[in-house]
């Protein structure tokens, strides 16, 4: 695997490996807490996850966490699912979010962008002032610790602001994007029971303004937990009957003040795709995802005070808590409300260059639209300020790598992060001081054991395994809403290898330690008894022009034999003809194998994807093995139901 790509795309200069934040970590947890001084990154991550205890109370000195009770001790119970941190200890999310407000005031907190593509600043003195005025009003509305808070709104500041001030009171935040439809939004918040529910009436994407009002009025109606609803007037209409404008809240001149809570206190449920039933509530704790994300954001994504953050993401995914995270370490976050291609595919780009972004993080698939398009960034833009590009969702291409190198410019960190909803967080991807190899993710997280273990649970190097984590994480889930016993928490992640954690991927963990994604290993192509990734057979074929987008599916016979068709969307114009097959075939065979190239190549009006855009591979399978459509899917979990009914009428018509 590794003897692929021997030289990097990539090294960091000697200078860059100096000025890291991790390289400082390293040299100070060295003197202070033994930690090896030299080795590198190879010899910290070792020490991270031999030496757990040290390493996370490492973190939380280093970024002067503050405890407001001290803990006992680091870890408590240590097996998995239950591993307890900081027993003892309390603290506040947002107290730490908020901190760079005592020093840059002025500065801007949030730089928030929508379709115009004019920035707007919120500085770190008016962020502040809002959560304390909103979190004043949430406990003048009775909002106590624990209870449930829940937003139907897209990536605005108001957005950011509730959160926070949810977390202030100790209130648990849940969040939806406005473009989810009002079954999609009920499946999660009817679970979690909210006592307040901000909204918009409507929002803006691709040019258009879209009308959320009668959905808002459907949400009401079946949230009968609800107290308060506030009205944030995105589209300028007024407050609906009963409900509270968001101007009446928010005006005060107050200090917020941060309820205390204990380390493992609820912050924020988060939710599965939810394609095969109702979404899993994930929820994770106020002092986890804190130290989680110091950690990932101020070391691996080496953020700081003077750095500026954009994602391009919406509210219905994690990378949006994941971005409001940056405030932890003072750094800048980009809210971008609108179309990743309005008015043109370069769209991501261009905010990228006016807000002077360092960090700007995308999709994969945008890479490769992006690739596909002929857009030129580095040509076409001023992105000097960018010091990475990073991206998640699916794994990045190996020509995605060499496009943003060749097309952003060739001293661009690149960093192809995997994680998961479930911890809110990666388990492998950036490090601002090891090289960059094409098509490899750079290595493993600090204090995240990760490794590639065959069936019988050995682990693996070189060869392609089961992506498992063994030791526990801060921000793993501390619970399932709604699942007392645990036993849906433990069949999500731990029925496999008991007392370790099987996130349901394929990885190769390479000899240099960099790690591959291959895809889900729930939707496992296994031919002959090997077992291959979708990942790979779709970099190859979606390299052709012709070809927009792909969905490989294997289904076991009932005559024991193996089904393996390949679906094509093709690009305007194409025409699935005998060259055209016959070229899928070559390219697969000829970078991958024989063994790879499916059955039958099927012409699609469409591939199905997930709300937050993933292709979905296990419902497909489902409706082709025969189940029938209302029980092979969650239709509110699907960007377009009537692509699935393609795909239920072809497994008619083949049966």
Not at 189 to 207: C, I, N
Request: proline share 8%; with cysteine.
């Amino acid at each position: 695997m590794s003897t692929l790509n021997p030289q990097p795309l990539w090294q960091p200069d000697p200078e860059r490996i100096a000025q890291a934040q991790i390289t400082r970590f390293q040299a100070w947890a060295a003197e202070h807490h033994g930690a090896p001084a030299q080795g590198g990154y190879a010899a910290l991550h070792r020490w991270s996850v031999e030496e757990l205890d040290t390493f996370w109370k490492a973190v939380t000195e280093w970024f002067d966490v503050r405890f407001s009770t001290p803990y006992a001790r680091v870890l408590g119970d240590r097996t998995m699912p239950g591993a307890q941190w900081f027993p003892g200890a309390t603290l506040n999310y947002a107290e730490h979010a908020l901190r760079a407000a005592a020093t840059r005031a002025g500065e801007p907190a949030l730089l928030c962008v929508d379709e115009t593509h004019e920035p707007r600043a919120v500085t770190w003195s008016e962020l502040r002032r809002q959560v304390g005025s909103l979190a004043a009003e949430l406990r003048a509305l009775g909002v106590r610790p624990g209870d449930r808070v829940s937003g139907y709104l897209p990536n605005i500041p108001e957005a950011v602001v509730a959160l926070l001030a949810t977390a202030a009171v100790g209130g648990v935040w849940t969040s939806c994007a406005p473009d989810f439809g009002a079954r999609s939004v009920l499946d999660r918040f009817q679970q979690v029971e909210p006592v307040v529910l901000f909204t918009v009436d409507g929002y803006r994407y691709g040019g258009k303004e879209h009308d959320r009002r009668e959905t808002v009025a459907e949400l009401r109606r079946e949230l009968p937990t609800l107290r308060a609803v506030v009205h944030v007037p995105l589209l300028g209409t007024g407050a609906p009957e009963g409900a509270v404008e968001w101007a009446a809240l928010t005006g005060a001149d107050v200090d917020p003040e941060f309820e205390q809570v204990p380390f493992d206190h609820p912050l924020w449920v988060l939710y599965s795709s939810g394609t095969t039933g109702l979404p899993k509530p994930i929820v994770q704790s106020q002092g986890g995802i804190l130290v989680e994300h110091l950690k990932q954001l101020g070391l691996h994504c080496d953020l700081g005070p003077g750095d500026r953050f954009f994602w391009y993401t919406s509210t219905g995914w994690m990378m949006w808590n994941f971005l409001v995270s940056g405030l932890l370490t003072g750094t800048t976050i980009v809210l971008y409300d609108g179309s990743p291609g309005h008015p043109d595919t370069g769209a991501q780009w261009r905010i990228a260059e006016r807000t002077r972004a360092t960090l700007y993080g995308t999709s994969a698939a945008y890479v490769m639209a992006c690739r596909k398009a002929e857009v030129h960034p580095g040509r076409d833009h001023d992105l000097s300020a960018v010091r990475c590009v990073a991206t998640t969702g699916s794994p990045l291409p190996p020509d995605g790598f060499r496009w943003l190198h060749d097309e952003v410019r060739d001293d661009l960190w690149i960093a192809s992060v995997s994680g998961g909803t479930d911890v809110c967080s990666c388990f492998a991807g950036a490090v601002p001081t090891l090289p960059v190899h094409i098509g490899e993710l750079q290595a493993p997280g600090l204090g995240t054991d990760l490794q590639s273990w065959d069936p019988s649970g050995k682990p693996l190097t070189d060869e392609v395994g089961e992506l498992v984590v063994t030791n526990p994480m801060p921000s793993m889930p501390i619970y399932f809403w709604n699942d007392p016993d645990g036993s849906r928490y433990h069949d999500s992640y731990f029925d496999t290898y008991p007392g370790v954690w099987r996130h349901g991927d394929w990885i190769t963990v390479t000899s240099r330690g960099s790690v591959v994604i291959h895809g889900r290993s729930d939707s496992t192509l296994n031919r002959q008894g090997v077992r291959m990734g979708s990942a790979d057979i779709y970099e190859a074929v979606e390299r052709l022009p012709e070809i927009r987008e792909s969905l490989v599916i294997g289904i076991e016979q009932p005559d024991g034999g193996y089904w393996m068709p390949l679906f094509v969307h093709l690009a305007p114009g194409a025409v699935l003809d005998e060259a055209l097959l016959n070229r899928v075939k070559r390219t697969i065979r000829e970078q991958l194998s024989p063994r790879h190239v499916p059955d039958e190549i099927i012409a699609v009006p469409g591939i199905p994807h997930t709300l937050t855009g993933k292709r979905i591979e296990v419902p497909v399978k489902r409706l082709l093995q025969g189940t029938p459509l209302e029980k092979a899917v969650n239709p509110g979990s699907i960007d377009n139901l009537d692509l699935l009914r393609f795909y239920e009428n072809l497994a008619r018509e083949r049966a």
